[in-house]
């Protein structure tokens, strides 16, 4: 149950902030990723489209980044918790028999990101905290993202939360 998390055991870890790299974005996974959340817009599928718009390259959709769970292989499946997430994917420790839910993003686009560009996530552990439901307490997890390129600045900025709950 998420009842068994103790908020106050993570607040020294609040603005710990980790990094991970995405490496090179490709025209395949950009218009795969199109095709699965079926959006036809040719800016992610139409390379001559997306340059006569003023792109470099394929435009990455906007929440693409922010859906990626590992970027890499992941993990073997016999490491993976019984939902299939990696126990390590978030600054909280689950319990193994709770259920994790994605809670909402907030993303803001400061410039969109092209296929060929490298990225790399900066994850900043913001905040935790618990509310009680009808069916038990919940528990918000809420982490921010900047994706930055070869400049200082991010691409994207995108606050998460992710709740814990009991699994059903």
């Known amino acids: 149950m998420s009842s068994r998390i103790d908020p106050a055991a993570y607040e020294d870890d609040i603005g710990t902030v980790s990094s991970r790299e995405f490496g090179e ?51 073997p499946a016999d490491e993976l918790r019984r939902d299939g997430t990696a126990p390590d994917s978030i600054p909280v420790t689950i319990p193994e028999d709770a259920m994790l839910m994605g809670g909402g993003q907030d993303i803001t686009i400061n410039r969109y990101v092209t296929a060929g560009e490298s990225i790399t996530e900066e994850e900043t552990f913001t905040d935790i905290y618990q509310k009680d439901a009808e069916f038990g307490t919940l528990t918000f997890v809420e982490r921010t993202s900047e994706y930055v390129a070869d400049e200082a600045a991010p691409c994207i900025e995108c606050d998460k939360t992710l709740i814990v709950g009991d699994a059903p």
């Open 25 to 75: 974005i490709t025209r395949r996974q950009v218009r795969r990723y199109a095709r699965a959340v079926e959006d036809d817009n040719p800016l992610y599928t139409d390379v001559e489209f997306a340059r006569e718009q003023g792109y470099d390259d394929l435009v990455v959709p906007p929440n693409f980044l922010s859906a990626v769970i590992d970027p890499g292989a992941g993990k």
